[in-house]
């Protein structure tokens, strides 16, 4: 089973919805980051959060929110949500000890689309 | 400020050729890594490697090789006798030392198309 995972992996909705990205983790990290992907941009940081009560704004936090719902849980959420939303969010998880210092381990992406 | 640039928005080339893909980074910091993570077209970031700024040791891992130096700020990646399977998007990636807060700044990504 694969260590980060995130649902829905794709998803099309109207703007002025509400929608809400999910991530769960099994490594066990205290860690956990949502970034965007546009094309030609490379990918940014929305939020990320340290533990459940350690969330902190990245990048390009306006129009997001986040919930850590548990340390295995990180969900993203647009509150009314606008077509230059449309991308693709990538959860990721890390942890800055040990062998797998600062590596960050992503899901497979949520492919999001705003009409 | 923290900044990688990937310079080279896309990149042809024919099966065996070898390929250089050129990532610069900008940063204060004295501890600091660099990444470099593989996205095919299947959408999934795979990751390849990661440096830290203490070691400019050359690595080499198949047909992959990663050049760091300091001196210019530069973390090169070049795959020798590229395959069809290489074709992908790369991303060069930093994250600061100072506060260990793990983020991740990324180039803007590389496009390498290779044909057979």
């Known amino acids: 089973d694969a260590d980060v995972t995130q649902t829905p992996r794709n998803r099309i909705t109207k703007t002025g919805k509400r929608i809400m990205l999910e991530c769960s983790q099994t490594k066990g990290h205290d860690r956990m980051y949502w970034y965007r992907q546009d094309p030609g941009l490379g990918l940014r940081l929305i939020y990320y959060?340290?533990?459940?009560?350690?969330?902190n704004k990245g990048e390009i936090s306006d129009g997001y929110s986040v919930s850590r719902q548990a340390q295995a849980k990180f969900s993203l959420s647009l509150e009314s949500a606008i077509p230059n939303q449309t991308a693709l969010y990538f959860c990721?998880?890390?942890?800055?000890?040990?062998?797998?210092?600062?590596?960050?381990?992503f899901g497979p992406g949520t492919r999001l689309t705003v009409l | 400020a923290q900044k990688v640039t990937q310079a080279q928005t896309e990149i042809s080339v024919v099966e065996k050729e070898d390929v250089t893909l050129d990532c610069v980074y900008e940063?204060?910091?004295?501890?600091?890594?660099l990444f470099w993570y593989k996205q095919p077209p299947s959408g999934e970031l795979v990751f390849l490697i990661r440096?830290?700024?203490?070691?400019?040791q050359n690595e080499i891992s198949g047909r992959y090789s990663w050049n760091f130096q300091k001196s210019t700020s530069s973390f090169n990646f070049t795959i020798t006798a590229s395959q069809v399977v290489d074709s992908a998007v790369y991303f060069c990636a930093l994250s600061h030392g100072s506060g260990n807060t793990g983020k991740l700044i990324f180039g803007q990504g590389t496009t390498l198309q290779v044909k057979p």
């Open positions: 940063t204060r910091d004295t501890t600091y890594y």
């Open positions: 990721a998880t890390s942890d800055p000890s040990g062998r797998e210092n600062n590596e960050q381990f």
């Open positions: 959060s340290f533990d459940v009560k350690d969330i």
């Open positions: 440096r830290n700024s203490f070691d400019e």
